[in-house]
């Protein structure tokens, strides 16, 4: 299941943040947001209902990569023993993997408000930091601040306390702080004709 399950959620995993950026952005690449904040005009709604509609997409895109990955491995494994181990902690933790892409997705969105550089900034700047997190002196920080090491055994192992810190610690830092970094700006950002 676990190997399975890896190649499986891959393509959620890299189109649904492209998906939430794609959301937030077009508010301000196609000139809609003069009607949508004329008719809500408190800012924080309007990206509220977007996350959560992100969250949606990537509730039924998960459901439909794992009931795809478990009819594979039902089909595949013949009744095998150990092809359905740890079965229900994965899924919990590939919920909370495409969630955390899906999410930060949306906060790069929301931080540059437009779709080619946050497109760039999404897949740029946690390789440069992998390839920073190489040097020596970052070598103790690496696991707590790069997203590749610490989510990558989400869908592939189930997580230890120390692992789940760590996971903690990179979505603050390259979920939460850029989405509140992005609520901040799209509520006070001018909108132009």
Do not use: N
């Amino acid at each position: 299941f676990v190997a399975l399950l890896d190649a499986g959620l891959l393509p959620a995993a890299v189109l649904l943040p492209v998906a939430g950026i794609l959301l937030v952005t077009s508010e301000w690449s196609q000139r809609t947001g003069m009607i949508t904040f004329a008719l809500v005009p408190v800012r924080s709604r309007v990206l509220g209902a977007k996350l959560l509609a992100s969250l949606v997409l990537t509730a039924v895109v998960g459901t439909i990569s794992v009931a795809v990955v478990a009819v594979g491995v039902l089909v595949g494994s013949g009744g095998a023993e150990g092809a359905w181990s740890d079965v229900a902690p994965l899924i919990g933790q590939s919920a909370v993997y495409l969630m955390g892409g899906t999410v930060t997705g949306v906060a790069f969105g929301a931080v540059v408000l437009s779709s080619a550089p946050a497109l760039v900034a999404l897949f740029a700047l946690p390789i440069a930091w992998s390839a920073l997190a190489t040097l020596r002196f970052l070598a103790d920080a690496a696991p707590w601040l790069d997203t590749r090491l610490a989510l990558a055994p989400l869908h592939q192992q189930v997580l230890s306390g120390a692992q789940w810190a760590h996971v903690g610690t990179a979505l603050a830092l390259w979920m939460l702080l850029p989405l509140l970094l992005g609520t901040w700006r799209i509520t006070r950002r001018e909108l132009t004709i």
